[in-house]
Structures are given as C-alpha cells and as structure tokens.
C-alpha cells in the first residue's frame, strides 16, 4: 500500500541528530537558536519563536494576540480541530465561517459578515499549499494569524506566505512540508508579540510568576529542522513535479487539472480533487488498487460544534479526496498511483463543471 503521506529523512537528517546526541545538549539550546534565525529569514519576517508542535504555536500566538473570555476567534469550518482546540484554550469563543469554494480557504466575505467588536483574531490556514486572499481578509481591519501548516515555502506577489500577518505559525509534525517528529514555530515582524510568545513557552526562572506553559522544542528536533530546510526549496520543487504529473494524467482524460495562479506559486502540500458524489467509493477504489487516498479534512469545525449551514464547507468534507504527494514518493510508486487514477477517475468524475465535480480546485486560484 502506497501511504497517503511519508516523511523524506536522508542520511544527512541522521548525522546531523546523531551529532546533537553525542555532544550531550538535548534540550533547547543553540540549534534551536540557530533554527529559528534561518526559519525566520527563509520566510522573511523579524523573528521566530521555536516551540513543541503546531497546536502549541497556535495557542501561544493568540494568547501573545490577548484573546481570552470575552473575545472572539474567527476560523474557517474546513480545517483541523487543532484550531478549534486553541481558540478554546485561551477562554475566547471560536467564531466558524465558510470557505471559497475554488480555494477551500478561509471566506473573506463570510468573515466579514461575522466580525463584532469583540473579535480579537483571525487564524488563517493556507489550505493544501495555497496562500488564502490575504488583500481581502487584511482589509478586514483584524489581526491575521496566518497557519503555514500546509504552506510553507508557499509565496503570494513574490512574498512568503507568513509574511502578510500579525503573526504566523508552522507544524513540523512527521508528515508536514518539513518533518522534526512534532514541533512548531511561532513568526513575526512584532517584537513585542516575539518576546511574550518566548516568555510564553517556558515557566522556570522567572522573575514574575504567572500562567506559562513548558512547550520549549529539543535541539534534537531543530537539529533535523535545519537540515531539512536545508532542503524545503528541493522539496516543493519536486512536489511541483509530482502535480504536473498528475494533471498531465486528467488532462488525457478530459478532465480539468489545477493551474497555478500568476500572482501565487503553491506549495502543493496535497492534490485535492473534487468528485461528483461521497468521496468514500473512490478511497475504497484506490485502496483495492494500493493507493491509500483520504479525506483531506477528518471532520469539519462546523460538524464538531453541530453548528447548521456551511454549504461550501459540507460540499468539500463530502467530495474532495486527496492523493498521495509527496517528495518521497518513489517512480514505481507514481505509477502505480497514475495507473490507479486512469482506471479509478472517470468512474466517480465527470468534470462537467464545478457543482458536477471539479478537480484541483485547491491549487486553481489564491
């Protein structure tokens, strides 16, 4: 079975744990440092603040943003429940809206019909690899905390995506642009919003006491994270690749394939395709056929919280699947997977028209 997701860890990313082990320093020390110096450069911002996942990030930005009890968090429904999760661990209540249907990013104009004085923040992922309409949710005159979990190494107009916030976050976890095992990474141009994420992340030898958590990330873990920046531009190059492959395929089979935008060069973290009808008879297909394929969103915000409505995201969480992609995808296991789709596809996608069945639409526009 060829997975849906796999890391890429070469020799380097092992001689460069190993040297960490032998010096002795595990904790968070200068690799960590170092880390956050090149992360912050790579994407173009003033500083970086490392901490132990992705969610763990989340929750530190928005408390650095003040949200709390009273306030409010505008989130999209179609994205993980990590977001959620930290909205509701800072005390504010998490406000769900709608996505683009060409984009599965956050609605800009469904954001705006739910802003009230007391919304404090709105979290943006950059679905599949796709910078979010960062011009039309600024405007909406709130602090953007942009989530490069899919995205990183994605740019908009030239600039990297998290570059366009207040603040931006990263995961690392094992199947993410870039893999430390878990880990994250909190970036901005604020200082001040910097040094209370940093005072944020650890809780011993203060000299004032409050609130703080212990989310500091190992040398270990940014020891692997600067070698595989070292290779992130080589990653999303061969990601590139890989998708050209797959729309050169539902090209021949008279079938739209995704486009990349003039103003947007995607990251292409998944290959998202928008079938006719429930997603789950091409994924058990694909299956028989060795490729495992999965809903790209488990379940969406707006299901968890029994909230009505939500017409674009409940289409998507139906109907889009995505295929494997990824740098560690072998030759063989391309061909596998290209054999399956011109055997599985035609049955499950007519490409008539978006409301028919579209494919790709995640990489389509930004």
């Given at each position: 079975?060829?997975?849906?997701?796999?890391?890429?860890?070469?020799?380097?990313?092992?001689?460069?744990?190993?040297?960490?082990?032998?010096?002795?320093?595990?904790?968070?020390?200068?690799?960590?440092?170092?880390?956050?110096?090149?992360?912050?450069?790579?994407?173009?911002?003033?500083?970086?603040?490392?901490?132990?996942s992705?969610?763990?990030?989340?929750?530190?930005?928005?408390?650095?943003?003040?949200?709390?009890?009273?306030?409010?968090?505008?989130?999209?429904?179609?994205t993980?429940?990590?977001?959620?999760?930290?909205?509701?661990?800072?005390?504010?209540?998490?406000?769900?809206?709608?996505?683009?249907?060409?984009?599965?990013?956050?609605?800009?104009?469904?954001?705006?019909?739910?802003?009230?004085p007391?919304?404090?923040?709105?979290?943006?992922?950059?679905?599949?690899?796709?910078?979010?309409?960062?011009?039309?949710?600024?405007?909406?005159?709130?602090?953007?905390?942009?989530?490069?979990?899919?995205?990183?190494?994605?740019?908009?107009?030239?600039?990297?995506?998290?570059?366009?916030?207040?603040?931006?976050?990263?995961?690392?976890?094992?199947?993410?642009?870039?893999?430390?095992?878990?880990?994250?990474?909190?970036?901005?141009?604020?200082?001040?919003?910097?040094?209370?994420?940093?005072?944020l992340?650890?809780?011993?030898?203060?000299?004032?006491?409050?609130?703080?958590?212990?989310?500091?990330?190992?040398?270990?873990?940014?020891?692997?994270?600067?070698?595989?920046?070292?290779?992130?531009?080589?990653?999303?190059?061969?990601?590139?690749?890989?998708?050209?492959?797959?729309?050169?395929?539902?090209?021949?089979?008279?079938?739209?394939?995704?486009?990349?935008?003039?103003?947007?060069?995607?990251?292409?973290?998944?290959?998202?395709?928008?079938?006719?009808?429930?997603?789950?008879?091409?994924?058990?297909?694909?299956?028989?056929?060795?490729?495992?394929?999965?809903?790209p969103?488990?379940?969406?915000?707006?299901?968890?919280?029994?909230?009505?409505?939500?017409?674009?995201?409940?289409?998507?969480?139906?109907?889009?699947?995505?295929?494997?992609?990824?740098?560690?995808?072998?030759?063989?296991?391309?061909?596998?997977?290209?054999?399956?789709?011109r055997?599985?596809?035609?049955k499950?996608?007519?490409?008539?028209?978006?409301?028919?069945?579209?494919?790709?639409?995640?990489?389509?526009?930004?």
């Open positions: 079975m060829i997975p849906h997701s796999r890391p890429l860890i070469d020799d380097e990313d092992v001689r460069e744990v190993q040297r960490v082990l032998r010096s002795g320093q595990l904790a968070q020390d200068g690799e960590v440092a170092r880390f956050e110096s090149r992360m912050a450069s790579f994407v173009g911002v003033r500083g970086a603040v490392a901490v132990s992705g969610s763990a990030a989340l929750h530190l930005a928005l408390l650095a943003l003040e949200a709390g009890p009273g306030d409010e968090v505008i989130v999209p429904s179609y993980c429940a990590a977001v959620l999760n930290a909205v509701l661990q800072t005390g504010a209540a998490p406000v769900v809206a709608d996505i683009e249907p060409a984009t599965f990013n956050l609605s800009a104009d469904d954001a705006a019909r739910r802003i009230t007391r919304t404090r923040a709105v979290i943006v992922p950059h679905m599949f690899g796709v910078p979010a309409d960062l011009d039309a949710l600024g405007a909406l005159g709130v602090p953007l905390l942009e989530d490069l979990a899919m995205s990183l190494g994605s740019r908009r107009r030239g600039k990297r995506a998290g570059s366009f916030g207040s603040l931006a976050v990263c995961s690392f976890y094992a199947t993410k642009m870039m893999a430390t095992g878990e880990g994250g990474m909190v970036l901005s141009g604020d200082e001040a919003l910097l040094a209370e994420v940093r005072d992340r650890a809780m011993d030898e203060k000299e004032e006491f409050r609130v703080r958590f212990n989310c500091k990330m190992t040398d270990l873990q940014a020891a692997l994270g600067l070698s595989q920046l070292r290779k992130l531009a080589g990653f999303v190059a061969r990601r590139r690749e890989i998708a050209d492959l797959y729309g050169d395929t539902l090209r021949r089979l008279g079938l739209p394939a995704p486009h990349e935008p003039a103003e947007c060069e995607p990251a292409w973290y998944r290959y998202v395709l928008m079938l006719d009808g429930d997603a789950d008879p091409f994924i058990d297909e694909m299956k028989r056929r060795g490729v495992e394929c999965r809903r969103v488990y379940k969406p915000l707006h299901r968890y919280l029994r909230l009505p409505g939500y017409e674009t995201s409940e289409r998507a969480w139906r109907r889009a699947v995505s295929i494997p992609l990824y740098p560690a995808l072998t030759g063989a296991e391309i061909e596998t997977i290209l054999k399956a789709l055997l599985a596809l035609p499950h996608c007519t490409g008539r028209g978006h409301e028919a069945g579209t494919l790709g639409q995640a990489s389509r526009a930004c």
